[in-house]
């Protein structure tokens, strides 16, 4: 008994307690900050800054396969290569007049009118978590080794930045992510997911959750059935006025954080459109259908409802779900039966679901508003392997973008004739995270300052792709 009330008497005459001390004694006092007035210009602030198409994007949708898509399967087929390059699969036409995507793609092709594709991606890293740490940041880790664990010291994800320096003025949430974090087996978080060197304040919004059940649980946030309406607003306000009396007393920059933290909770617990939005099951059958009864396009429909309500930027992760035949690694690491794969679990869904995420919110005039983003870590490699696989290709890759005013039927860049490295326009993730702040109103080359008090630049030098923001 002496020992926990001597740490309880220290903690409290140094100004810091620890979390469990602090949630026993009430919670936390309500001492919060502006965020907006971390943002500022710098020596480096892009000229694109007061371009037509600056801040164009209401909203941002970051569909995240991960694992590794294969491009020569997807968005850049080589019908030429020889058959161990480019595969069993056919080219087939697009809605844009001599472009070809792989037949693995139909509904995507029809909506090639509306994309831009980065045929020429690269982060020369063979490596799932720190290929999808520069990917998820636009800055490069300081080292290539896979399952490199998130540390305090990471870099901001750009859901973080979106969410901590561009809120949406509609919604208690700044930024998303769902239906669970990307990791490695066993289970391994990923770096860059968070709000990193920022702290927890700028973490974005985890939401885990399986959007194709019957009632949407989301883990932390979903009121307990048993708990009313009432009774959830009676507890809210005693925590309130506990708070407010234990910050007189205490206060350390990390009880600041989770207070922060805690807030945001209840206020995306109550507030109405929130909940609308989680309202999942109130989507026409036939809607939900062609979403896909799948996690990833219910995640996909999720995420449509949450820009709708406000949200600034929804990142739908690809999840892993029950029944997976690749159960313990990233659905798109098809180092073995690659074809049989993306052919009958991986492109169908995807690809429907996709198509339909364009069309749906093109049919509600949301497309004009919203940018939507389709990129992994990494790509494939050229040959297949001896077990009819790909295997990891940072050098060269794609990614898609649709949406925020983009001049569709655009091809950026290309790869070499096998697919193997950049041929022409090398875009790096730097440039890529640019033109995602670019369009969301976030100055990529503006500055913020960390807890430390030091100057950061939004990105590593990164310049908006004048192809994607059109000056």
């Known amino acids: ?69 294969p491009q020569h399967e997807m968005f850049d087929p080589k019908p030429e290569a020889p058959l161990e390059i480019r595969g069993t699969f056919r080219s087939i036409p697009t809605s844009v007049p001599g472009v070809h995507f792989s037949e693995t793609l139909p509904y995507t092709a029809r909506m090639a009118h509306r994309m831009a594709v980065i045929r020429s991606m690269t982060t020369e890293i063979n490596s799932h978590s720190t290929s999808g740490y520069y990917m998820l940041t636009g ?42 974090p ?45 708990v009313s309406e009432v009774r959830m607003n009676e507890r809210t306000d005693l925590l309130e006025q506990l708070n407010a009396a234990f910050a007189k007393q205490v206060s350390c920059p990390g009880m600041v954080d989770f207070d922060r933290m805690q807030q945001k909770a209840f206020e995306l617990l109550h507030s109405e459109k929130s909940r609308e939005a989680f309202q999942i099951h109130t989507e026409p059958d036939a809607l939900r259908d062609r979403y896909g009864r799948h996690k990833f396009g219910q995640s996909a429909l999720l995420a449509r409802r949450l820009v709708e309500a406000g949200v600034r930027l929804v990142q739908v992760n690809w999840p892993r779900e029950e029944g997976d035949t690749n159960i313990g690694n990233p ?42 983003v389709v990129m992994g870590e990494f790509g494939r490699s050229p040959k297949i392997n001896a077990s009819g696989g790909r295997d990891h290709w940072g050098q060269v890759f794609s990614v898609a973008l649709a949406g925020a005013g983009i001049g569709g039927g655009q091809i950026i860049g290309s790869s070499d004739r096998i697919g193997g490295t950049p041929e022409s326009r090398p875009v790096r993730p730097p440039d890529l995270a640019a033109t995602i702040f670019h369009l969301l109103g976030v100055e990529p080359g503006g500055e913020f300052v960390d807890p430390l008090g030091r100057p950061r630049m939004i990105t590593d030098a990164g310049y908006a792709l004048r192809e994607i923001v059109g000056v």
């Open 331 to 372: 659905l798109w690491d098809t180092h073995s039966k690659n074809a049989e794969r993306v052919r009958d679990v991986l492109c169908p869904q995807f690809d429907r679901t996709y198509a339909t995420l364009l069309e749906d919110l093109h049919e509600r005039g949301l497309l004009d508003e919203t940018l939507v």
């Open 139 to 180: 800055y490069k880790h300081a080292s290539k080794a896979e399952n490199m664990p998130p540390d305090p010291s990471d870099w901001p994800s750009i859901a973080a930045v979106v969410g901590a320096l561009n809120p949406g003025n509609r919604s208690p949430m700044g930024s998303v992510v769902l239906p669970e």
């Open 1 to 69: 008994m002496d020992a926990p009330l001597k740490s309880q008497r220290s903690g409290l005459k140094s100004g810091c307690i620890s979390r469990r001390e602090w949630l026993r004694l009430g919670g936390l006092g309500t001492l919060g900050m502006s965020l907006s007035g971390l943002l500022r210009p710098s020596a480096h602030a892009s000229a694109l800054g007061g371009s037509a198409s600056f801040g164009r994007a209401k909203s941002c949708i970051l569909m995240f396969l991960s694992g590794g898509p």
């Open 182 to 226: 990307v990791h490695n087996n066993p289970n391994i978080l990923w770096p860059g997911q968070n709000g990193g060197l920022m702290g927890p304040t700028w973490h974005p919004h985890l939401l885990k959750c399986d959007p194709t059940q019957a009632r949407l649980q989301i883990e932390g946030l979903t009121r307990p059935e048993n």
